[in-house]
């Protein structure tokens, strides 16, 4: 489908860029902070801690001031919740509630809307020892977090989202670090689909919460989509890509949408001896609660083929984008039109269009980007100079897709990608860079944390000032 007329970007489209709190904020234990699972869990070897991270905690204002400078009319960033709440319920913080007060107000003061997610991979440390989302009371939990923040953030926030890709806490948390598993776990399948569902419930609850609090507020979930293709036109393939779809993508947004399981990962959960255990009220609040918009985080696609069942578990990459092999469903195969990042993912930026169409035509809701980005190893040259442009030639063939999008008919609310500032990514550390401003520092040494801007820095900011019309170098 070629447009002879491509439609221009809203006019109130929401450019801007993400982060995430423990990837960014350093100050992990100041402040009266508590720990979260981020700051005990057993880091990948050769990668940073997050005692410091890129100190942003302490820096906010001066990157605030850049992404200003860059034009932002968005700012998607993560609250901690040990941050807020140390012992993720009871005592509230005051210097945590005052932090994100600032970092709220700072970016209200340039014009930059700021897009708040609720949870980004750091259950504070205290509920951890609790059972983490195991637990049963994890969805009140969360209630409760998310009732401080519309208290204290509501009158100026109009933009929420619940859980940051939850589909890969369940797809691969235990393997990336995101999900706790129980040592006397039997049916690892079980539990993992059991803590998926309390994560499902509370984010029911919240978003039911936000409404009544917050009528004017907008909220809604944040999973990492990735569609499927199938590897060729044997209908078995077919099948499979059916397959990959549903348990990695429409599981998540169909219970946040319409209040229910996919039907092809029931069938899956009852095969597997693995269908979660509802407690009473479940199903109501589900059925109840419903999201304004759908978030989501795209990077590449993924393909599949039918499967014979006799694929290990996992491939050796795990990360957000491991795209898996579920023996007898499906099996994740390498696509040969696509090029690939340094760090091994596919490039697929007519995917994100195909993403967005699909989304869009399942849900009828209006699409904001939450993630999208490209990962490298930049370097700062002698002159304080960072030549980056494989960033810039990857999100403008991604930004030229969101067009392609809005000319096929769907109501897109804006673009964020990863990340607004270089951070400590969660497998390779510093060293895997995403942002439009560089960081002075390595692994191990923190040099002068320094802010520098990158040449995507220039063009990204060419782009928001002509709304998406200018995508040249």
Not at 208 to 237: F, V
Request: glycine fraction near 6%; aromatic fraction near 12%; charge should be negative.
């Amino acid at each position: 489908m070629i447009h002879q007329t491509l439609k221009p970007f809203p006019k109130d489209f929401l450019w801007g860029a993400s982060t995430s709190a423990y990837q960014v904020e350093g100050a992990s234990l100041e402040d009266g902070k508590g720990p979260s699972f981020q700051d005990t869990k057993k880091l990948p070897p050769g990668t940073a801690d997050l005692t410091v991270s890129v100190d942003h905690y302490h820096r906010y204002k001066e990157d605030i001031a850049l992404m200003a400078e860059m034009g932002f009319k968005a700012y998607r960033f993560s609250i901690s919740w040990s941050r807020v709440l140390p012992d993720g319920i009871g005592k509230v913080n005051p210097k945590g509630i005052e932090f994100y007060n600032n970092l709220i107000d700072e970016c209200l003061k340039y014009g930059i809307e700021p897009i708040i997610t609720m949870f980004h991979f750091d259950m504070p440390a205290a509920l951890e020892e609790k059972g983490s989302w195991s637990n049963a009371s994890s969805s009140e939990w969360f209630k409760e977090f998310a009732r401080v923040l519309f208290e204290n953030y509501g009158d100026r926030v109009k933009y929420w989202l619940t859980i940051n890709e939850q589909n890969m806490m369940t797809l691969v948390g235990p393997l990336i670090g995101t999900l706790r598993v129980p040592e006397a776990t039997t049916n690892l399948t079980k539990e993992i689909y059991q803590q998926n569902h309390h994560q499902l419930v509370a984010q029911a609850k919240a978003m039911q919460l936000c409404h009544e609090m917050l009528p004017k507020a907008k909220i809604g979930p944040a999973p990492n989509i990735a569609l499927a293709y199938p590897n060729s036109n044997r209908p078995e393939d077919i099948i499979a890509e059916q397959n990959a779809n549903a348990i990695r993508n429409w599981l998540y947004l169909d219970m946040a949408v319409y209040g229910r399981y996919n039907n092809l990962v029931w069938a899956y959960l009852e095969a597997k001896d693995a269908t979660p255990t509802f407690a009473p009220g479940d199903a109501e609040v589900l059925k109840v609660a419903k999201p304004d918009f759908i978030a989501f985080n795209y990077y590449t696609s993924f393909t599949v083929e039918a499967s014979d069942g006799s694929e290990q578990i996992a491939d050796k990459f795990a990360d957000q984008q491991s795209a898996m092999s579920e023996p007898g469903y499906y099996r994740s195969v390498q696509n040969q039109n696509l090029k690939k990042t340094e760090f091994g993912w596919e490039i697929d930026p007519v995917g994100f269009r195909a993403t967005m169409r699909a989304l869009y035509d399942r849900y009828q809701l209006p699409l904001l980007v939450t993630e999208n980005g490209i990962g490298a190893y930049d370097e700062l040259t002698a002159d304080g100079k960072v030549h980056d442009p494989y960033r810039i030639v990857y999100l403008r063939e991604h930004i030229v897709q969101i067009k392609e999008a809005i000319s096929d008919g769907v109501e897109m609310l804006g673009y964020n990608p990863w990340s607004a500032i270089d951070l400590i990514s969660t497998h390779e550390g510093i060293k895997k860079r995403y942002g439009f401003i560089y960081v002075d520092r390595d692994e191990f040494d923190l040099k002068t944390l320094k802010r520098y801007r990158k040449d995507s820095f220039y063009w990204y900011k060419k782009v928001i000032a002509t709304n998406g019309e200018n995508l040249s170098d």
